[in-house]
């Protein structure tokens, strides 16, 4: 089954510390991978996909398809992207987010 | 452009109560689609609704249910309320198709007491 895997359920950073939220994925076909956001009192919102290959916020993720990984990263956190992470994963266009458990980046000055 | 909209967003239902939640997809969105989010499991896929058909189907069982009318709008019925179904509700709209965003609601807050 697919099964995506976020090992670290809190992060705790200095602000200006460099960032990465590992994400882990079992599939074997080609997914499609996603980190989603949610800033307190916020709903949850797409932070940025892999196809698009673009830095949102600063920030970055990389597909490895032969470690099955997609860490997010950001070289100088700051306190403002405390929030919680959720990486996800579909596996073809039109079937359900398949989301890790989510890991909570605090960013403290 | 409104945002996916849910109602109500807080609930406080009894034990063996049933419950009905609604979702207003962003104006085009035909694919409405639930998960439940909870401290413990995150966020777990429910079900999925286009053109008024369920498309795919979580891991729950059938006391959670769920509809979508013409307009798009769906709603997420759970009977039989148990403890365990304390948790966010929250509706996602997209643009069905290859490399389209979920776009999500703020969630419904459900408390079975």
């Known amino acids: 089954a697919q099964r995506v895997t976020q090992p670290e359920k809190l992060l705790s950073v200095f602000k200006g510390a460099p960032v990465e939220l590992k994400c882990n994925y079992s599939?074997?076909?080609?997914?499609?991978l996603f980190w989603y956001v949610q800033y307190s009192r916020q709903r949850l919102q797409l932070l940025l996909r892999?196809?698009s290959r673009e830095s949102i916020k600063g920030f970055t993720a990389d597909l490895n398809k032969g470690e099955t990984s997609f860490h997010l990263k950001k070289p100088f956190a700051q306190e403002e992207d405390s929030a919680m992470y959720y990486c996800?994963?579909?596996?073809?266009?039109?079937?359900?987010?398949?989301f890790g458990k989510g890991t909570t980046l605090s960013v403290s000055s | 452009k409104a945002g996916v909209t849910q109602t109500p967003r807080y609930l406080i239902k009894t034990r063996g109560q049933q419950v009905t939640l609604s979702c207003s997809p962003i104006?085009?969105?035909?694919?409405v689609s639930w998960y439940q989010q909870t401290p413990g499991q995150g966020l777990q896929f429910l079900f999925e609704?286009?053109?008024?058909?369920?498309?795919n189907k979580g891991n729950f069982p059938g006391r959670f249910s769920g509809r979508q009318f013409s307009n798009s709008r769906s709603e997420m019925n759970v009977s039989t309320l148990e403890l365990g179904d304390s948790a966010l509700y929250l509706c996602?709209?997209?643009?069905?198709?290859?490399?389209?965003?979920?776009?999500f609601g703020q969630g419904t807050r459900l408390t079975v007491v």
């Open positions: 996800a994963l579909r596996t073809q266009a039109g079937t359900a987010l398949i």
């Open positions: 599939y074997s076909g080609s997914p499609e």
């Open positions: 892999h196809i």
């Open positions: 104006s085009g969105h035909r694919s």
């Open positions: 609704y286009f053109s008024e058909t369920q498309r």
């Open positions: 996602a709209s997209e643009v069905r198709g290859p490399n389209t965003e979920a776009f």
